[in-house]
């Protein structure tokens, strides 16, 4: 049976930091809908109504979009160890870019990452636990460094061109409020 909250409680907040992988969901007002997987040592709840997520350079940054359109966000956790749960966080988000006043002082909370794009700055709105029974159990084999090493082989340069030449625009074509970066 689903129940609902309006904060992330503190059962709710160490099942989180026990997971390896979430999930991020977003949405404009019309277009894909865009649900993505997220890792690595990512994200830091805040308080019981606030939580930040350190997005990673990726091939594509459908979130940054849809937030300009619309700041609702939903993250996922599934657990798939011994205890069968799902978790939700529903809420809205604003998108902190480097060069930002907020962007030092969020991004201390994390190990510095040279693929760091954007942090989430997520103002949580309910949060909803469900069963989880019919998610798999499976075992943690570890992070990929793989997003790491293509970060680093670009370099300090070539990162922000990889922004300029990818991460511009959505899957639809809307822009993602990537500012302009020194290459």
Known sequence: MARQFNQITDDQKAFVEAQHIFFTGSAASDGRVNVSPKGQDSMRILS?????????????????????????????????????????????????????????????HFPPNIGARQI???????????CGYAVPFMDFAGDRDTLDRSMEAKGDNGVPRYWMEQNTTTLDGKPTGMPEQAV
């Open 48 to 108: 019981p109504n606030r939580l930040i997520w350190l997005n990673l350079t990726g091939s594509g940054n459908e979130t940054a979009g849809h937030l300009l359109e619309h700041p609702r966000m939903t993250l996922m956790w599934c657990s798939f160890e011994t205890r069968p749960l799902i978790y939700r966080i529903y809420g809205t988000a604003r998108t902190i870019h480097m060069g930002d006043p907020d962007w030092d002082a969020l991004y201390a």
């Open 120 to 130: 989430y700055d997520v103002a949580v709105e309910m949060t909803q636990t469900s």
